[in-house]
């Protein structure tokens, strides 16, 4: 059983759509996050949820809309999608979000934008 | 300045060589420390912990110098299947919370 997973594995689209992608966790942990990872395979961390409220949220634009109808999933609902949307997105977990927790990643949605 | 600055390299060395990567962090309240690794198109899997006092998992070993702020991995004896990219991981604090923070990471090669 896949601790974290992910749904599209790939995505492509065009310019101006609407997409969500779909990650769940059966790891019983309280925090999921939302990473991008860029050409230069930087990963940045874009949202964070605990017991399905947002604890940050970093300088994303608010056309990327995370939602958590329950603990186990995070989804990520990006609208009017542009060219520099184009990335690696990893859905990943914590245990909690205090110190020692390791993060457990999904395996990633690529999403290219045409 | 960067939140964790990693030399991206890469490292090309040859079977059984020893590599060595350090990574610094600049926010001195940052609590947990890892090394994570990353195969080409794969996700970040967890490679060890770093603890205050060094630890070591077979030909690895992770060390933290809080005074320097910085963290190390050193491998021993490379193999072919190390090549991938090691990512630096500090837990900051932001929020409240402790927000896994990613350095961009250090490709190492392995060959024969």
């Known amino acids: 059983d896949t601790a974290v997973s992910q749904t599209p594995k790939y995505l492509v689209t065009q310019m101006g759509n609407d997409k969500s992608i779909k990650c769940e966790q059966n790891?019983?942990?309280?925090?999921m996050y939302w990473y991008k990872q860029d050409s230069k395979k930087f990963l940045k961390i874009m949202f964070s949820?605990?017991?399905?409220?947002?604890?940050i949220n970093e300088t994303v634009p608010n056309r990327f809309s995370p939602k958590s109808p329950d603990k186990a999933h995070l989804n990520l609902h990006i609208n009017s999608l542009e060219l520099g949307d184009s990335a690696v997105y990893f859905c990943?977990?914590?245990?909690?979000?205090?110190?020692?927790?390791?993060?457990?990643f999904g395996q990633g949605t690529r999403l290219t934008v045409v | 300045r960067k939140e964790v600055e990693q030399d991206p390299g890469p490292f090309n060395v040859p079977e059984g060589a020893t590599v060595a990567f350090n990574c610094t962090y600049s926010?001195?309240?940052?609590?947990?420390f890892f090394w994570y690794r990353q195969d080409c198109r794969k996700e970040p899997k967890l490679l060890m912990s770093?603890?205050?006092s060094g630890n070591e998992d077979g030909r690895f070993t992770a060390q933290l110098n809080r005074a320097s702020q910085y963290i190390s991995l050193l491998i021993r004896d490379s193999k072919l299947s190390d090549s991938a990219t090691y990512l630096c991981?500090?837990?900051?604090?932001?929020?409240?919370?402790?927000?896994?923070?990613f350095g961009r990471g250090t490709s190492l090669i392995v060959h024969p």
């Open positions: 990943a977990s914590s245990q909690y979000t205090g110190t020692g927790s390791e993060a457990f």
């Open positions: 790891l019983g942990h309280d925090t």
């Open positions: 949820y605990n017991n399905k409220e947002l604890i």
């Open positions: 926010n001195s309240a940052s609590q947990s």
């Open positions: 770093v603890y205050s």
């Open positions: 991981v500090v837990r900051q604090a932001s929020g409240g919370s402790y927000i896994p923070t």
